[in-house]
Every structure is written in structure tokens, then in C-alpha cells.
T-cell receptor, first 113, second 112 residues
Framework: DTEVTQTPKHLVMGMTNKKSLKCEQHMGHRAMYWYKQKAKKPPELMFVYSYEKLSINESVPSRFSPECPNSSLLNLHLHALQPEDSALYLC????????????FGSGTRLTVV | LAKTTQPISMDSYEGQEVNITCSHNNIATNDYITWYQQFPSQGPRFIIQGYKTKVTNEVASLFIPADRKSSTLSLPRVSLSDTAVYYCLVGDPGGGGNKLTFGTGTQLKVEL
């Protein structure tokens, strides 16, 4: 399995809702990432998990809460989002030291109404 | 972190070779150079990675001069399906949880 799987592919949520984005990989990668991408802009790093511990938080608002339950799963919990949070949310994973780059999922298209 | 600079856009025709250059003047000793391709509403896809000189795989070549302050992605004989955004990233792949930042990318448009 050489894929990063993200669910759901599309999500519409109200500003008072709580939802979660899920990401799964079975490549044995020990680093996992959340990126946010607005239209016609490059992906922006949000969080990095290394060996299931949060290692980087790029000053992301607390309405975004990451979680790494185990080495294969990464969640992003969403609460009280704003319309400007609408974007493509990308998950990625990587294995350290091999120079093979990141593997990205196809993303979750989030719309906040 | 090494900052990268790429052309905003490039146009080409099918069958031509396309070279996209990326400038990364403050690249660090441990940094590798990685290129990704992204289609609309999809995640970026790894194309190629290198440290110095030349790297070639089945889809592209990467040329890195001795000073490593720039790199060139070469796509041989492009087709319409190569129309995409291409990102150059510079960073240290060693260790878990490294921080790679995307630059603005280059929108490549291939026409008939």
C-alpha cells in the first residue's frame, strides 16, 4: 500500500458544527503532516507529527485540533470554524532519512457555511 | 529555512522539453531539493529528489550545479497531461517530522 487515504473527500459544515478529518497510511511512515491549501495558492503547513508526537504547530488557531492516535492515523478535529477556513486540507506522510519525499493524500475539500 | 523562487508560469507545446529553474540561495548543507507536481483539487505528487549533480528517473531529470544555489527540473517531451503546478522544495529529509515549506510554484501550461 503506497497511498495516503483521506476521508471525507468533501465536507460542508456550519460554523457551530464539530467535525473531523481523517488520514490513514500503511507505509510505515513515522512523520505525518496537515497542510491547508486555498485556491491558486501553495499548500501551507499546519501541523507535523513525528513518531506520534506533535512536533510542529505553525501557530494554527485552536479551532483546529490535531490528533495522532497511532502511527497509521492522523485526525484533524474542527470546531467553530469560520468561512475563511474553507480550503483543501491535505494530509501527507514521510519516512525519514531515505530522501523519498512526501506522499500526499487527495485532500478533503472543506466548505464552511 | 531555505526560500525558493520559481517562475510564476511557463507555456510549452506538446513534444517539447521543458526546463523549470528554481533558485534557493540559502540552501543548507543537509538540505535536499525535491520537486512536486500538483493537479487542481489533488494532492501534490512527488516527482524527483536530489542533493547534487544530476538525478534522472522515468519521468524527469534534476540538474543541480556545484554551488547548489539553484536547480532545474527537466521534463522531456511534455504532453497535455503535464499541465500542472510544479513546486520546488528545499529541506532536510533526515529525521522524523521535518518542516518543508512550499514556494509559489510554477504553473506549466502545455498546448497542442
Amino acid at each position: 500500500d503506497t497511498e495516503v487515504t483521506q476521508t471525507p473527500k468533501h465536507l460542508v459544515m456550519g460554523m457551530t458544527n464539530k467535525k473531523s478529518l481523517k488520514c490513514e497510511q500503511h507505509m510505515g511512515h513515522r512523520a505525518m503532516y496537515w497542510y491547508k491549501q486555498k485556491a491558486k495558492k501553495p499548500p501551507e503547513l499546519m501541523f507535523v507529527y513525528s513518531y506520534e508526537k506533535l512536533s510542529i504547530n505553525e501557530s494554527v488557531p485552536s479551532r483546529f485540533s490535531p490528533e495522532c492516535p497511532n502511527s497509521s492515523l492522523l485526525n484533524l478535529h474542527l470546531h467553530a470554524l469560520q468561512p475563511e477556513d474553507s480550503a483543501l486540507y491535505l494530509c501527507a506522510s514521510s519516512i525519514s532519512g531515505t530522501g523519498k519525499g512526501y506522499t500526499f493524500g487527495s485532500g478533503t475539500r472543506l466548505t464552511v457555511v | 529555512l531555505a526560500k525558493t523562487t520559481q517562475p510564476i508560469s511557463m507555456d510549452s507545446y506538446e513534444g517539447q522539453e521543458v526546463n523549470i529553474t528554481c533558485s534557493h540561495n540559502n540552501i543548507a548543507t543537509n538540505d535536499y531539493i525535491t520537486w512536486y507536481q500538483q493537479f487542481p483539487s489533488q494532492g501534490p505528487r512527488f516527482i524527483i529528489q536530489g542533493y547534487k549533480t544530476k538525478v534522472t528517473n522515468e519521468v524527469a531529470s534534476l540538474f543541480i550545479p556545484a554551488d547548489r544555489k539553484s536547480s532545474t527540473l527537466s521534463l522531456p517531451r511534455v504532453s497535455l497531461s503535464d499541465t500542472a503546478v510544479y513546486y520546488c522544495l528545499v529541506g532536510d529529509p533526515g529525521g522524523g517530522g521535518n518542516k518543508l515549506t512550499f514556494g509559489t510554484g510554477t504553473q506549466l501550461k502545455v498546448e497542442l
